[in-house]
Structure formats: structure tokens, C-alpha cells
């Protein structure tokens, strides 16, 4: 059990996260708490251990090291404790759940613990039934949601949450705006590549389709595909690029160096797609790859669109549409010049609607008015 000795009354926001994992999640809980901690606000962070803790210490921002998405009964029975201990202690303001499974034990701790802090949830997509368990719960508990984009606002409020308990952010990028980047398609090797959690539900099946397919359409073009990420999919995935006889492919694992990874692409492409409500908005890496000006080909999936408008800000395509993802990445790298000013306009929308400093702002504000 963690020992948790009491200090003086501090303004506080409490993270809650499974840092366990170097995933989407993860990484905008450790954005948040960096941009928080830069606005004056201190920042605790409870969450399982994992690659980002390091980072968090780094920034000064306390971290305590516990299984916050268990669903073991003593687990959560304990969890339940600590959390009430550590509310007792720094007279916590704001109650910010980053994952939906712990909220009602963060309910029940700040009840016990007597306590009126405003509970926070944000919601980044999940599986469609969830919704219709969860949602009733939390407006039984006045939970307070914030949806990372405008598709996922909609989309709660469309389950009969209350409007005025809703509303929506997009995450932070965690990059330097002023990156001293590279120029993109100056080598006779094309580099294409994607990132992600190599996951069933992000498809980077069709990725290696998409490959196919570009060899179909264009056999002469030399190329080399990257595959950024880990996680249990991994093992299937390279199986299925030896079954497919792809051979210009690398898996790279986790990448902590995510500017390098963007700087030495000429195209990123998103194969994510979902079914109904199921899913993610948008995720960090498509927000990424804008700032690093890497051109886009997605899939119109989730809230993919409110980012990647097709032949504004890049390549938007049928979901699952192989030939047609092809046909797009390719013209990216034929046409330079109609490329080059998608990949401007992506990047003028990303410093607009996902600088951190504006993240914070309005983060702020949600804590005061929801």
C-alpha cells in the first residue's frame, strides 16, 4: 500500500491514466500534466508505471505508481483507498480521468472523503456499447466530459447526456512547434510510413494491403515502408508481411524520438478505421506529422476529418478502400507542388487548434465553467 503522509493545502489537479503503455492515451496524459504544471497549477499524476513515468519525474510532476485500470475487486478496493488518502491529503481541485473505468471509484473516494471536487472524464473513443453502460452512470454522478474532438461532443450528447456537462478539446501536440525540419521526397527512396499501437482495432493489416496495392499500381518506384509501434499484434504483423512477400519493410518498435521519425518520412498514412461509434477521434500521430509538415493519407474514420480535409490539408479516403489510399499516397509523391501546399495548410491548422499553450487555456476554462 502506498504511504501518503499529509502536507499543507495546495491547488490541485489530480491525472488519472494507465501509463502503463506507450499509447495515445498515455502520451496526452503526460502533455496535459506538463502544460498544467506550466500554468501554474500542480500536478499529480496516479497511474500503473510505464516507458512515460520518467518523463513526468523529469518535469518535477508527481507520480503515484498504481494499477488504475484493474478489474480485480481487491484492486479496485485498494484503489478506492488511495485515492481517498491522496485527496485527503492535497486538498485536490479538479479530478481529471484520462480512461472512463476508473471514474466511479474516483466518485466514491472524493464521497467518502467528503469532499466537492468536480470530476473530469476524457473521452477519446471507445467501444460503442460502453457508451450505453457508462454514460447513465456518470450523468447519475454529474461526471463532467471532455471529448478530444467535435465528432466525439456530438456523439456523447447524441447518447442523452446533458448538453451543458460537455464539450470538447483536441490534444495537445507534444513536439516543438519550431522544429528544424527536413525537406520531404529528395532521395531516389520514397520513406512511407505509419505509427501506432499495434493493435487488431488500429488495422495496420491494411497498411501492408495498401503496400500491395502500390506495387500493383507503380512496380518501378523504389520505396521503403516503416512501421512505428509495438504491442501484441506484432508477432502476426510481420508473419503477414513474410506471407505477403513484402520485403521493403522495417518494424521499428516504440519510438521515443517522434520528430525524427516524422522529419525522415515523405508520407504518413493513417489505416485506422471503425465501425458505428466505436473509436478513437483523432489521434496524436496524424496531429504529429501536420506539425512536422509530413504530408497525410487517411482513411475518413472517427473524427479523422476535422483535421485531414481532403485537398486541403491532405489525402482523405474511403475507409478500406486499398486502390483508392494507393492511388493517393502516390499522387502525393508525384505531385510536389500540390503537396506541398496541403502539408502548409495542415500545418497552420495544427498550430491553431492544437498548440498547448491554447490546450491549457481552455482546459482551465472547462475546469471553472462545466
Known amino acids: 500500500m502506498l504511504k501518503i503522509n499529509k502536507v499543507k493545502d495546495q491547488k490541485t489537479v489530480l491525472l488519472v491514466s494507465d501509463m502503463g503503455k506507450f499509447g495515445g492515451t498515455e502520451v496526452a496524459t503526460l502533455v496535459t500534466a506538463k502544460v498544467l504544471k506550466k500554468n501554474d497549477i500542480k500536478v499529480i499524476v496516479l497511474g500503473k508505471g510505464g516507458p512515460l513515468v520518467k518523463s513526468l519525474l523529469e518535469e518535477e510532476i508527481l507520480f503515484y505508481d498504481y494499477d488504475t485500470h484493474s478489474r480485480k475487486i481487491t484492486k479496485n478496493l485498494s484503489l478506492l483507498y488511495v485515492c481517498y488518502k491522496l485527496l ?13 473505468r476508473p471514474v466511479p471509484l474516483l466518485w466514491l473516494a472524493n464521497f467518502f472523503a467528503g469532499n466537492k471536487v468536480k470530476i473530469f472524464w476524457t473521452s477519446r473513443g471507445i467501444l460503442e456499447h460502453t457508451y450505453k453502460i457508462i454514460l447513465p452512470i456518470f450523468r447519475l454522478i454529474n461526471i463532467k466530459i471532455i471529448g478530444n474532438c467535435k465528432q466525439e ?12 456537462l460537455v464539450s470538447y478539446a483536441y490534444n495537445a501536440y507534444r513536439l516543438e512547434s519550431k522544429l528544424v525540419l527536413k ?55 510481420e508473419k503477414l508481411a513474410r506471407d505477403k512477400k513484402i520485403k521493403n519493410i522495417k518494424f521499428l518498435g516504440n519510438i521515443n524520438d517522434v520528430a525524427s521519425y516524422f522529419n525522415n518520412l515523405d508520407v504518413f498514412v493513417s489505416s485506422v478505421v471503425t465501425e458505428g461509434d466505436t473509436g478513437a477521434g483523432i489521434s496524436n500521430d496524424i496531429v504529429e506529422a501536420m506539425l512536422t509538415k509530413t504530408p497525410v493519407c487517411a482513411y475518413d474514420a472517427a473524427a479523422i ?9 491532405g489525402h482523405l479516403v474511403e475507409p478500406r478502400n486499398t486502390e483508392a489510399m494507393a492511388k493517393a499516397i502516390l499522387q502525393t509523391i508525384e505531385d510536389k507542388e500540390q503537396t506541398k501546399v496541403y502539408v502548409e495548410n495542415a500545418y497552420d491548422l495544427i498550430i491553431k487548434e492544437c498548440d498547448p499553450q491554447n490546450y491549457a487555456k481552455k482546459l482551465i476554462s ?5
Open 183 to 237: 525537406e520531404k521526397n529528395i532521395s531516389n527512396v520514397v520513406r512511407i510510413g505509419t505509427l501506432s499501437a499495434l493493435r487488431i482495432d488500429r488495422r495496420i493489416d491494411l497498411f501492408l494491403d495498401i503496400i500491395e496495392k502500390i506495387t500493383e499500381l507503380n512496380s518501378t518506384l523504389k520505396i521503403q515502408y516503416y512501421i512505428g509501434g509495438d504491442g501484441p499484434e506484432k508477432n502476426n504483423l
Open 153 to 164: 461532443q456530438r456523439k456523447i450528447i447524441g447518447y442523452g447526456y446533458p448538453p451543458k
Open 366 to 370: 472547462l475546469y471553472k465553467e462545466l
Open 305 to 313: 476529418g476535422e483535421i485531414v480535409i481532403n485537398n486541403q490539408t
Open 88 to 100: 485527503k491529503k492535497y486538498k485536490i481541485n479538479i479530478i481529471h480521468a484520462q480512461m472512463a
